[in-house]
């Protein structure tokens, strides 16, 4: 099923021809494909007072005559990254000064603007970039050469495979919606 969505106008589409989606996109629990129901958003709070719409969630209705399991599903903008505080901008940013050989610190400060944060989300996100790999390696379906200039072993085999996934990629800011894979864990 399509997960990530490039504007809130083509999430609604989606969201409101539910009953005539293929078989394809049926309930992973319980294999239905007509239960579907439009359950809401998804907010992000962007500060005490406003928040900001970055997904829709979907029920997989078991009300009235719907037969389904009840289970819901989130389905979300593409320019969001599911369950983290920062956007998917912020990642490309702080992967992209790796490629320019900045520093892990120095990375995650230049990406996220100020320095009144310790870099430890910085390993957060490179370990779950790492998790990762092996479905973008496959996505690829070509092998990428470990960099040597890279003290760890892990920005070593890391980062040439995002280098190929992002020179593949014509929009960066699109790169979810295209591969329909969250870039985090």
Known sequence: MQV?????????????????????????????????????????????????????????????????????????????????????QTLLAFVIALFDGLPISKAWHGAVGHHRTEPRQAWRWLNSLMSKLANIRSLLQRTCQPCSPFNSRRLALLLPTLQALFASQPHLQRIQSRLQMSLLA
């Open 4 to 88: 990530f969505f490039s504007s809130l106008f083509e999430l609604e589409s989606f969201s409101h021809r539910l009953k005539s989606i293929p078989q394809s996109n049926a309930c992973q629990f319980c294999l239905k494909n007509c239960e579907w129901v439009s359950h809401g958003y998804v907010y992000k709070q962007l500060n005490y007072q406003f928040r900001a719409i970055v997904g829709k969630r979907i029920l997989c209705s078991n009300r009235g005559s719907h037969l389904g399991c009840g289970r819901t599903r989130q389905l979300y903008l593409d320019v969001v990254l599911p369950h983290k505080h920062y956007p998917l």
